[in-house]
């Protein structure tokens, strides 16, 4: 076999793409479909509660399309992360939506359901036995009491767990938090490509369109790993990819541009070549897989550290954005007065000033900027609701009629989109853990179940 080819319909399953693109794609006859369907990107909630992000109606719709599609051309559709953070009762909601639409449909097949939900209790055997785990951000260590603190933790699983369901026949898999790439790259790996080669194939059609000009999360696109390099074009004929817009999807997200972590090791992008071989199609030389010593999988957890509310407003009084600094901070000092048991009930006090430093924060390279007009969104964590809202709105009511120097008028110093003015956002979560955990066998966490779905 010369070549694998793969599908991926969508950037982000539940978002819609392009089914005309799609339709396309199709007809370049791929060997699987493979679709990602969570992240950590949507914040540390998704984790705490295995939430859904989107509505479930919409992952349907999606997944609907693309599982007819498979099982006409008897491919495998491939789909991770499911749905969000590919906690368990996440998971289980993926099973019987494609249940569901297989018996909408009259479908029959192979299903492989691949958990990445860890047991508690062995995790914290396994962490014991290797005197702790590495972090890859948090400060605490994966203690007993912090690993009882966080919601459902997963694991992220590697290409292996779905080579072996591929191996065991699968037609259909359904598998829980996987790393983006491993979802295009499990069945090229097993029918002996490179692994370098084909973990960079999925890199980029994990994200689909977005490696194309112009960049569209909801346009497919199609790869073709081979023996010494692979290609990868959009479905939409309108669409192109170029050099510049694979190398830099490429070199995303990561510390070090070049190399790309991963279950089981690292993938060594300094060689990549990146060549426009057609006026749509590029084509990618050089990756190089580097297997680590020790086979570690990262794992992924959140906490609930209490109950959030915010007030937005804007400011237009160029007095006060000169010293706003000062007048957060004598809020902030009002704030501790005012509610005697902030320590005991872990409250938190947070400002975003948007058109100052907001996304930047402390890393803002121009910190003297002083602008014509800002957003603040005040944002206030405590052990209850009641007491978030009132923190935020005590801090919203202080700066109202704040005085500093210079002050021209005793109130008017905050605009407000909208009434009323607090909104109480409910529970906080933050991730607690982000660990690297040694396993002998990379499937040896990640259980799977094989369904016959038979209608």
């Avoid at 569209?216 to 170029?242: K, Q, S, W, Y």
Wanted: proline share 7%; hydrophobic share 40%; charged share 25%.
């Amino acid at each position: 076999m010369d070549e694998v080819v793969g599908l991926a319909p969508s950037g982000s399953l539940g978002s819609g793409y392009n089914l005309e693109a799609f339709r396309r794609g199709l007809e370049e006859n791929p060997d699987f479909i493979g679709q990602d369907a969570g992240s950590t990107d949507m914040g540390p909630y998704y984790n705490g509660t295995a939430s859904l992000f989107l509505p479930r109606a919409t992952y349907k719709h999606d997944l609907s399309i693309m599982l007819r599609a498979a099982r006409e051309r008897k491919i495998p559709l491939i789909v991770g992360s499911v749905f969000t953070s590919g906690a368990r009762k996440q998971l289980d909601e993926g099973v019987a939506v494609i249940k569901e639409i297989a018996a909408e449909a009259g479908l029959s097949f192979r299903m492989a359901v691949i958990d990445a939900e860890l047991d508690k209790a062995d995790l914290k055997r396994r962490a014991s036995a290797h005197r702790g785990l590495e972090s890859l951000g948090p400060e605490q260590a994966l203690t007993d009491a912090a690993i009882d603190r966080a919601g459902p933790i997963c694991a992220q699983m590697g290409v292996e767990p779905i080579i072996k369901a591929l191996d065991q026949g699968a037609e259909v898999v359904i598998a829980g938090r996987a790393c983006d790439d491993v979802l295009f790259a499990a069945l090229p790996i097993m029918r002996g490509f490179d692994r370098g080669l084909a973990l960079h194939m999925g890199k980029i059609l994990e994200c689909a369109g977005i490696s194309a000009v112009p960049c569209d999360l909801a346009e497919p696109m199609v790869g073709r790993v081979r023996r010494d390099h692979f290609i990868v074009r959009p479905g939409n004929p309108e669409h192109r990819c170029t050099p510049i817009s694979v190398a830099a999807h490429s070199l995303y997200e990561r510390g070090d541009p070049c190399i790309q972590p991963g279950p089981g090791g690292i993938n060594d992008l300094t060689d990549s070549r990146f060549e426009q071989e057609d006026a749509r199609t590029v084509r990618v030389v050089g990756s190089r897989f580097i297997p680590d010593e020790v086979y570690k999988v990262k794992l992924e957890g959140a906490e609930f550290v209490g109950y959030r509310s915010i007030v937005m407003v804007g400011i237009r009084d160029a007095v006060m954005i000169r010293q706003l600094d000062s007048v957060l901070a004598e809020a902030r000092q009002r704030a501790l007065r005012r509610f005697p048991m902030w320590q005991e009930e872990a409250c938190h006090l947070d400002y975003h000033v948007y058109g100052r430093d907001a996304v930047m924060r402390g890393l803002e390279p121009n910190p003297g900027f002083v602008p014509q007009e800002v957003g603040l969104l005040i944002e206030a964590v405590a052990g209850r609701q009641e007491l978030a809202n009132a923190i935020a709105m005590f801090v919203r009511g202080t700066m109202q009629h704040a005085s500093y120097p210079g002050i021209i008028t005793t109130a008017g110093n905050l605009a407000y989109p909208f009434s009323p003015f607090n909104v109480p956002v409910g529970p906080a979560y933050r991730f607690s853990v982000y660990h690297l955990l040694p396993l002998e066998d990379p499937c040896e966490i990640f259980p799977m179940e094989m369904v016959e779905v038979r209608n």
